[in-house]
T-cell receptor
């Protein structure tokens, strides 16, 4: 069965510093992985997706994630945080009929 | 091209009432998914529908919850005799194909149900 674990429920970084949101996955086959972002009282927006092509995936708003099979990880990074990045981030693995979400990491940006 | 449209955005019901949540998928999408987000939790799959068919309802509670996606009109998630534990955000998503593998879903902005 597929599952994802987001290792931090809250992450705080100062504006202009790097962001690292951690995600580990479990999958019985080569997975498709996604990161979604949810701003307060809004729907979910796809940041990026990995589907067995390049292991380093670039997404929107300067985010990227690296698929590491040996570590079963798919961590999300951004070189320089912006105030508008404050939101909830979900790591997601696909199952043939559904998406399986992690519990989310709330990113706080300190001025 | 309009995205996935959900209404209402907010819904307040008293215990025992019925809640009806509507979802219009993106144009050209014939597959609809409903997810529920409880406070401080990620989204949990409830049900996957195609037009007039329920494909997978393994995430739906066995009682009081039902979903449909008729040939014409939006998909409806119906909750009968609501209880406080039903308070959550309900998200609808759509896709042009039925296979989620490799295909991200397009989500609506959700309906936030509050049961008083």
């Amino acid at each position: 069965a597929q599952s994802v674990t987001q290792l931090d429920s809250h992450v705080s970084v100062s504006e202009g510093t790097p962001v690292l949101l951690r995600c580990n996955y479990s999958s019985s086959y080569s997975p498709s992985l996604f990161w979604y972002v949810q701003h307060p009282n809004k729907g979910l927006q796809l940041l990026l997706k990995y589907t067995s092509a390049a292991t380093l995936v670039k997404g929107i708003n300067g985010f990227e994630a690296e698929f590491k099979k040996s570590e079963t990880s798919f961590h999300l990074t951004k070189p320089s945080a912006h105030m508008s990045d404050a939101a909830e981030y979900f790591c997601v693995v696909s199952d043939p009929r559904m998406l399986i979400f992690g519990k989310g990491t709330r990113l706080h940006i300190l001025p | 091209n309009a995205g996935v449209m959900q209404n209402p955005r907010h819904l307040v019901r008293r215990r025992g009432q019925e809640a009806r949540l509507r979802c219009s998928p993106m144009k050209g999408h014939s597959h609809v998914y409903w997810y529920r987000q409880l406070p401080e939790e990620g989204l949990k799959f409830m049900v996957y529908l195609q037009k007039e068919n329920i494909i997978d309802e393994s995430g739906m509670p066995k009682e009081r919850f039902s979903a449909e996606f008729p040939k014409e009109g939006p998909s409806i998630l119906r909750i009968q005799q609501v209880v406080r534990g039903d308070s959550a955000a309900y998200f609808c998503a759509s896709s042009p194909t039925g296979e989620s593998v490799g295909s991200p879903l397009h989500f609506g902005n959700g309906t936030r149900l509050t049961v008083t």
